[in-house]
Each structure stands twice: as C-alpha cells, then as structure tokens.
C-alpha cells in the first residue's frame, strides 16, 4: 500500500476484536470457527515487499471438521493491486513450507487468504483451467471491497448485535457513509461502548479512513470534539491523515485551474490531455504548467513541461 499509515490503521483495526472481525470478513456466525491467534510470521516476506512480513496471518479452526486447522492470510490494500493474485500464491506457499501447526510429521495447514480494499473493486480471485490436460490452478480469495458495501447495512447488523461495533471505522468507506444522517446513527451506536480506550479508538480511525473517502469533511465536522486522546498511536494515524487530505486537495485545485486557464488559452481540452492532467500528483510540476500557460502555443507544447 502507498500509504503506509492506513495500511498500519488497518492491521491496528482488525486487531481491537479480531474474532469478531474475521466473522464479518468471513461472513461467518462466531459459533463456526474458532480463532487461535495471530501467527508469527517473521522470517516468511510477503513477495513484493521484502522488508515487511504479513502480521494478520490468522490461526482458525473448523467447528465442523473437529478443528481442523486453517491459516488464513489477510491484506489491506488502500486501492486493488493487479498482482495480488501472484503475490498470495506465493506467501502462501511459503507459509505451507514454513509453518505446521504442531511437530507431528507430516502435519500441515489448510490454507486461505482474505483481502479488503478501502477503495476500488479488487479481483484478487483466479481460475486457471485446462480440463483436457488435467491442470487447474486455482485461489479463491475472501474479498472485500469496502466502496461497494453498504453503510447502513453494516450499522444495521452491528445494532441487532450480528456484527461487533469495532467494525465501526470502516464505515466512512462504504456506499452511504458520508451520510449526515447515517454518520449521527453511527454516533449512537459507537457512544454505546462502555470502553472509554476502545471508544477513542473506534472514533479516531473512523476519522483515519474519512480521509480516504469523499465525505471527510463531514466526518471531521460530525466528529469534533470526539476523545481520541486515549491512544497516541490513532492520533499519530489522524494527523497524518489530515496531512494527505490538504496534500490531495491541493493538487486537485492546481488540476484545476489547468483545466480553467488552459480552456481560456486554448479552448476547451480533449478527453486525451484532461485524462493526461487528471494523472499528474505533482504539485511542482503543474505549478510550473501553469506558470507556462500563456507561453504554450497548444495543450501539447503545455503538457511537455517537466
């Protein structure tokens, strides 16, 4: 992830409860499986970021197969990753080779892996299928991409009590979670956790993720005032966040005024140059376009400033 700070916010949320968050990822009733812990996976890399290990390997068990033991891989990614699939495929395999779940031989892990996507649609999910030769390959991922869920599902299910409320955070990526409306319903159900520590967690990585939604400012207005003293680490997380937002919304201003001046200069731009401007997150660079606007001769000779 290129943001570091949500993928951190991410592994910190999955953790407040992580049974109750791996029934939801899983769409499992708690009574299915059991959650035997984090496992440690120092010294297994997850392929493309060699200085980093997978720390949300989840250790689960079948209630309906006499506990069978399962490890179940799980990634954040703040926007899909098109060699997600590759890179499970190979920390799995890694893992199977690595990790047993006791000394008996021959004793091995069943394996899973699991994906959220704060934003974007992912398809982490392959089928490689050649029936005449006899070949298939195959990994079918748990996936979850947040801006397709439904906020006021999630509320919902959490107010019956099928879902735990430190699923909260994620709210503000979902379809509906920049809602005022929703966001003052999401209020009651998180003012009802009896945690003070917990409450100030849930509330400042609800403020984390906002960042990356379009209803922020709603969220930062609706949450003002709200306790994230309780954890340091959260407020380091929100800080950050508010850094990037102004980062964001400044390069979005220089898109476009780019797009203003430039129409003026050369009347209004083909789909081609404001697709090619939409891409710039330099804010140096279109700076200096637009120092060069009225020096250009065409939206060509523009987009040629380095």
């Known amino acids: 992830m290129p943001d570091n700070h949500y993928d951190q916010a991410s592994r910190f949320a999955a953790r407040l409860d992580a049974a109750a968050f791996v029934a939801w990822l899983l769409n499992l009733p708690a009574a299915e499986f059991g959650f035997r812990g984090w496992l440690d996976t120092r010294g297994v890399p997850f392929p493309g970021a060699p200085d980093r290990t997978s720390d949300t390997v989840a250790h689960l068990t079948r209630a309906d197969e006499a506990g069978v033991p399962w490890l179940v891989a799980i990634e954040f990614q703040t926007k899909p990753d098109p060699e997600m699939f590759g890179r499970l495929l190979g920390y799995l395999s890694e893992l199977w080779m690595e990790r047993?779940?006791?000394?008996?031989?021959?004793?091995?892990?069943?394996?899973?892996?699991?994906?959220?996507?704060?934003?974007?649609?992912?398809?982490?999910?392959?089928?490689?299928?050649?029936?005449?030769?006899?070949?298939?390959?195959?990994?079918?991922?748990?996936?979850?991409?947040?801006?397709?869920?439904?906020?006021?599902?999630?509320?919902?299910?959490?107010?019956?009590?099928?879902?735990?409320?430190?699923?909260?955070?994620?709210?503000?990526?979902?379809?509906?979670?920049?809602?005022?409306?929703?966001?003052?319903?999401?209020?009651?159900?998180?003012?009802?956790?009896?945690?003070t520590r917990r409450k100030s967690e849930i509330g400042g990585l609800a403020l984390v993720f906002a960042e990356k939604a379009s209803g922020?400012?709603?969220?930062?207005?609706?949450?003002?005032?709200?306790?994230?003293?309780?954890?340091?680490?959260?407020?380091?997380?929100?800080?950050?966040?508010?850094?990037?937002?102004?980062e964001i919304g400044s390069v979005e201003a220089a898109r476009r005024t780019v797009l203003r001046l430039g129409a003026k200069r050369f009347g209004g731009a083909?789909?081609?140059?404001?697709?090619?401007?939409?891409s710039m997150?330099?804010?140096?660079?279109?700076?200096?376009?637009?120092?060069?606007?009225?020096?250009?001769?065409?939206?060509?000779?523009?987009?040629t400033t380095e």
């Open 216 to 246: 922020r400012d709603t969220w930062q207005r609706k949450l003002e005032g709200w306790n994230v003293e309780e954890s340091a680490l959260v407020n380091s997380w929100i800080a950050r966040g508010k850094e990037i937002g102004k």
């Open 100 to 195: 047993k779940p006791d000394a008996e031989r021959g004793s091995r892990f069943h394996l899973g892996a699991a994906v959220v996507n704060l934003t974007g649609n992912g398809l982490a999910s392959r089928a490689m299928n050649w029936p005449a030769a006899g070949l298939l390959t195959q990994l079918a991922v748990a996936e979850r991409n947040l801006a397709s869920e439904s906020a006021a599902d999630l509320l919902a299910g959490i107010e019956s009590g099928r879902w735990s409320r430190v699923l909260l955070p994620w709210a503000p990526l979902m379809t509906g979670g920049d809602q005022p409306d929703l966001i003052d319903y999401w209020k009651a159900l998180a003012e009802a956790e009896p945690n």
């Open 281 to 303: 997150s330099d804010r140096g660079r279109l700076e200096r376009i637009i120092d060069r606007i009225f020096d250009a001769a065409s939206w060509d000779d523009l987009l």
């Open 270 to 278: 083909t789909p081609t140059v404001s697709m090619a401007i939409q």
